[in-house]
């Protein structure tokens, strides 16, 4: 009798961990936005913006650009210029190039993120190459726009922003079409 009723209480236990850790799961999109709003990390942007806002020219708000590539990203990986003066409520463009110096084609995604982590909420990027996976082949070169808009209700004290990505290479779980040159003659019109 003792034995069937270790066996009822291990399956209990486990019963309960069992909730426990879907619990967990569900809790941890809550936690992860908590977590980057306290320390500023990987800040989510306002997101795509479809609105209008009307300019601020008596109000200029100084946006830096940051490129890094992760641990195992080989691309050459820049923007055009290291930062820019904007007016907020005026739509901005920022060029970003990519390069694949490699001899195979590759899969990368730019992950964004947003300095100081309060205004994150108040930067929408209307155009973003972070928006899709970027595919090169060998030796290609691309530039790849960003626009944006600064919301005009950034908070005043609020002067400078970082807009930094982190270039992955995800060539691996997303293996790159290679370019194939066609031979049906209705594909070069």
């Known amino acids: 009798m003792s034995e069937g009723i270790s066996i009822r209480r291990l399956v209990t236990r486990l019963l309960l961990l069992a909730v426990l850790m879907f619990a967990f799961g569900f809790a941890l999109v809550p936690i992860y936005d908590v977590m980057c709003r306290a320390f500023g990390i990987n800040g989510k942007t306002g997101g795509q913006y479809q609105g209008t806002q009307m ?3 008596e109000r200029s708000v100084k946006v830096q650009f940051l490129s ?9 990986f820049y923007s055009s210029a290291d930062q ?5 409520g005026a739509v901005n463009q920022m060029i970003f190039v990519a390069h694949n110096p490699t001899d195979k084609p590759m899969t990368a995604q730019a992950i964004p993120s947003i300095s100081p982590a309060e205004a994150a909420a108040y930067f ?12 090169l082949q060998p030796g290609e070169r691309i530039e790849m726009p960003v626009r944006f808009i600064v919301d005009r209700d950034l908070p005043r004290d609020v002067k400078h922003l970082t807009l930094a990505y982190t270039l992955f290479d995800i060539t691996a779980r997303q293996p790159p079409v290679a370019h194939v040159a066609s031979t049906n003659p209705q594909s070069a019109r």
């Open 124 to 135: 929408h990027k209307t155009e973003c190459f972070c928006f899709s996976q970027q595919v």
């Open 68 to 76: 890094t590539n992760a641990i195992d990203m080989v691309w050459d």
């Open 84 to 88: 820019i003066d904007v007016n907020p």
């Open 55 to 57: 300019v601020d020219p």
